[in-house]
Every structure is written in structure tokens, then in C-alpha cells.
């Protein structure tokens, strides 16, 4: 059993929690943050995978990761700066199903 | 007395939903672990392939060198990607400033003395990128810390460079690399491929102007909004 499939267990952990938090909480910002969790786990497994190799590391997944967090990041500025101009015109930090009422 | 039952009801179906959730949940997990654990354990992937052309790439460090040489394209698109997030937030309108309360002395203190050495820091990141871990990004979201901890502590960007120059700075990253990418093709060669000899230069160059602009648009992006003519708040450094 190698090490690397130690963190690919706990990454997959990590995105089964962010992908049970999506589901379950209706605040946005708790959404966005789980969203968050289930990007680092897609990132560590990603990191773990390329232990695989001899040497050093396999460099391809490290850069991809690199460019994930970037995106990332860009993605919940914007889901946030979304957020908060949705309180802004709502009140509310909720999506509401029109169809459920 | 009816509508209490009600309450009951939901209560026990959203127990039950939750349980029902848990369940499937552990099923995708199990699902997952197995797909990835019966991968072999040994897979060198590209890192042959990168470990064989890396003198061709103009640095040592082999993250670098797929960054910003054997895939320049998907970095050029990232910085797009990070661009098209500010226009977003941006084309949100601009923000009502908050009043927020003097930062206490500690924090104002801390901002003063680690700002310079976050600075310092960013700049040994994006050297020391070419031969080991490091490089724009790492560099980048360190000036944007640095960035983050003056907004924190009240600092704004005086009216005199938020207009023209922070949107010079924002673009700066973006422009160069593309300037670089399409000079590569007047020169002969095809849409990002380095000569070998000037490659080491120009991902230097690339790594310096994309290192500020990502500091400059990270921050932007923490402000959160345009800054409005007037009462005005960004970083520019």
C-alpha cells in the first residue's frame, strides 16, 4: 500500500463532505465554501497521483493543480461578489424554489 | 395541534432525507475509492517526457516549465479566466465602502513591518521559480496578501491611480503573454513556442508582469467591487 493512497482516501473524503454540505445547506456562502472543500480534494488527489512515479513527481498534475486553485479562486470571488449583490436585492442569502411554494 | 403535526412531519422527512443522503453518499465514496485505488501504483505519466525535454523548456524547475513552456496555453487561458472573474465582480457595480472601525494598533503595527517582507518574499518567489518550487502564481498570491493586509488595515488607493494605471496593471500579465505568444509567430516559430535560446528570458518576463497583475487583480477581487470615482479603495503596487 503506497502513501500516496492514503491522501487519494482522505481526498475523496473531503469531496464526498463538500458534495453533502452542497446538498444539504440552503445558505449560499455554506454552498460556495463547500464547493471550496470539493475542489481540494479533487486538488489533493490530484497531488497524490503524481507520487506515483520513481523519481520525482510527475510535474503535469502538480501545474494543472496550480491552475485549479486559480480558477478557483477567480470562481468564488465571483460566486461571493454574486451572493452579496443577491442580499443586496433580495434580503435574502437563499436560493428559493418558486416551483416548491 | 394540525400544524404542529405538520412541523413533525417535515422534521421526519428531513431526518430521514439527511439518512437517506448519508447513504448514498457512502456509496459514491466507496465507489470512488475503489476506482482510484485499483489504479496501478506506479504510473510515471508525462514526467518521463517533461524530465527529457526539460533543457529545451529554459528553466530547471519541471513545474515551470509545464506552466509556462510545454503548456503556456492553458497558463494564457488561466490568466483569462482570472481576468473574466474581476470583469464579473466588477460589472456588478461598484461598492458602497463600509465604515469600518480603525484597525487596533497591533494589526497596524503587524501590516507595516510584514508588508515590505511579503513583498520581498513575492519577489525571491518568482526568482527562485525558474530552478525550484515557486514561480508567478506562488509569487502573485503573496503580493496579493500583502495587498489584502493594507485593505485590512484601512489602507485605499489614492484616486490618482485607481482610474488608468490599476486597469494597466490588471491587464498587464494578459497583455504581455500575449504579446510574446504572437511575437513567437512574426518570428517564425508557432503561437507560444520559445526559441530555446531566449526561452529562460521571456518566461521571466512573462512570470514578472503576470506576478503583478495577478497580486493587483487578486486584490481587487477581495475589494470586491469597482472602485467608484471619488471614494476610491484599490491596491496598486
Known amino acids: 500500500m503506497n502513501i500516496a493512497f492514503f491522501y487519494v482516501l482522505i481526498s475523496i473524503g473531503l469531496f464526498t463532505l463538500g458534495l453533502y454540505a452542497l446538498i444539504v445547506y440552503s445558505h449560499l456562502l455554506r454552498k460556495i465554501l463547500a464547493l471550496n472543500v470539493m475542489g481540494s480534494g479533487v486538488f489533493l488527489l490530484l497531488v497524490a497521483l503524481a507520487s506515483r512515479t520513481k523519481g520525482a513527481p510527475d510535474p503535469v498534475p502538480h501545474a494543472m493543480v496550480i491552475t485549479g486553485i486559480v480558477v478557483a479562486i477567480s470562481a468564488t470571488a465571483l460566486a461571493l461578489a454574486l451572493m452579496l449583490r443577491l442580499r443586496d436585492a433580495s434580503g435574502r442569502v437563499e436560493l428559493t424554489d418558486e416551483s416548491m411554494e | ?237
Open chain 2, 1 to 237: 395541534m394540525n400544524h404542529l403535526d405538520k412541523t413533525d412531519i417535515s422534521i421526519q422527512q428531513r431526518v430521514w432525507f439527511r439518512f437517506l443522503l448519508v447513504i448514498l453518499l457512502s456509496v459514491l465514496a466507496a465507489g470512488l475509492a475503489y476506482a482510484v485505488l485499483s489504479l496501478p501504483s506506479e504510473a510515471p505519466g508525462l514526467s518521463v517526457m517533461v524530465n527529457e525535454n526539460i533543457e529545451v523548456s529554459g528553466v530547471i524547475n519541471p513545474v515551470t516549465a509545464v506552466l509556462l513552456n510545454f503548456r503556456g496555453y492553458d497558463t494564457l487561458l488561466e490568466m483569462s479566466v482570472l481576468f473574466l472573474a474581476l470583469l464579473g465582480v466588477w460589472s456588478l457595480g461598484s461598492i458602497t465602502e463600509q465604515t469600518e472601525p480603525a484597525p487596533g494598533a497591533v494589526l497596524d503595527l503587524l501590516s507595516r513591518l510584514l508588508v515590505p517582507y511579503l513583498i520581498l518574499v513575492a519577489g525571491y518567489l518568482l526568482w527562485v521559480g525558474a530552478h525550484a518550487p515557486g514561480g508567478a502564481f506562488q509569487a502573485g498570491s503573496v503580493l496579493a496578501a500583502a495587498g489584502v493586509l493594507l485593505l485590512l488595515s484601512g489602507w485605499r488607493l489614492s484616486d490618482r491611480y485607481s482610474g488608468l494605471s490599476l486597469r494597466f496593471a490588471l491587464v498587464l500579465g494578459l497583455l504581455v503573454f500575449i504579446i510574446v505568444a504572437l511575437a513567437m509567430i512574426i518570428i517564425g516559430g508557432r503561437l507560444l513556442e520559445y526559441p530555446q535560446a531566449f526561452a529562460g528570458v521571456l518566461i521571466l518576463i512573462i512570470e514578472v508582469a503576470a506576478t503583478l497583475s495577478i497580486g493587483v487583480t487578486l486584490v481587487s477581487l477581495f475589494y470586491g467591487g469597482r472602485p467608484s470615482q471619488g471614494t476610491t479603495g484599490e491596491k496598486k503596487r
